[in-house]
């Protein structure tokens, strides 16, 4: 549709919802940037210093594409919180917010002054959400931990290790334990909005990576509490002339459709692959055999043939390939945004809104940008104040102070 004869959006859903972000490296950053998405006013308190994953690569002309995908849309502002100043300033802002996320690690927020006792003290409305590796409490709880430690400790690398048939876990550069707890908060913060807005009461969150990985592996989890021989399917790369497809004959009908489509419709009656269980124990035999009809075809001739029988497949494509697809352009899957380096493409959140502007806001946070608007408007606070809510800390934190 020409833009000139688009309807006006609908303000997201959380327009007028304002969230202090004290959040940093993956999964508090990506929460928190869903909230700005959907049309939150997030503020995002960073040290003198910045946010680490400004100088994350990939770096353009000083400016990084990492930190700005997942904090385009926010206002940011500098916080000493290792003055007295910087905690009292972020107190004062905590009592003109909705939402308060962190994801230092269990107990620094307290000893900062900046806790959900400390906000919450006459804000019985206030939601606040920590994520940390392992959650709150428990044994674990105080480990450092990044997306690779929750990855390990959960099994999920063992898993896919015993799915690979390798003799170690797969190394590793894709954080999907910050991602998918990224999501998990997003999601939380949701819900207590809604109790929120039928009680009149916020919410405490307690939001463990460890956690949503183990959600993660459905399939795993459970045979883990019911072992048994049965091979489970292994979704595995078929070589082509010039790369690999993937298929999925899962369903009887998937496959009596994959049988008939590469010439083998004999197949279908193979007592080997004729049902379901049959299929599964013999599964490396049939991708064998499914081998050496991909082999001898590029991947596209396979893609489009096997489409064309409604057989479930696709090319493995780079990252490079997948967001220039059709089907991402079709759908207005990426949102330009614009630092000082130039523009650049990040993804939308996983779902669509029609109608409705929720796609992320395209300008990329420069370090204390938002100091005026923000300690200015909202508090008050005249030029001398807002310096000296960023002046350095006299020694640097400790790792147990700064670590997720």
Known sequence: ??????????????????????????????????????????????????????SRRPVRNGYSSFFGQLNAGKKCIVLNLKSAVGVATAKALAQKCDIVVENWRPGVADRLGVGYKALSEGRSDLIYCSISGFGQTGPKSLRPAYAPMVHAASGFDHAQMGYQKADQPANTATFTGDLFGGISAFSAVQAAYIQRLRTGRGQYLDVSLFDGMLNILVYEVQEAQAPTDEKVRVYQPLKTIDGHIVLAPTSQKNFELLARSVG????????????????????????????????????????????????????????????????VVYRGSMTKVVDPAGSYLIPNAPFAMPGTDAAPKPHIPQLGEHGQEILGGLLGYGPSQIEQCAVRASTRPTAEETES
């Open 1 to 54: 549709m020409p833009a000139a004869t688009q309807p006006a959006l609908h303000p997201g859903p959380f327009a007028g919802v304002r969230v202090l972000d004290f959040t940093n490296m993956m999964s508090g950053p990506y929460c928190t940037r869903l909230l700005a998405d959907l049309g939150a006013e997030v503020i995002k308190v960073e040290p003198p210093e910045g946010d680490h994953n400004r």
């Open 264 to 327: 083998h419709p004999e197949w279908i009656e193979d007592p080997r692959f004729s049902r379901t269980r049959a299929r599964e124990a013999h599964w490396g035999e049939l991708m064998d055999l499914i081998g050496e009809w991909t082999k001898a075809r590029t991947g596209l001739e396979c893609e489009d043939h096997l489409l064309a029988d409604g057989v479930p497949c696709s090319r493995y494509m780079t990252v490079a390939e997948a967001i220039a697809d059709p089907q």
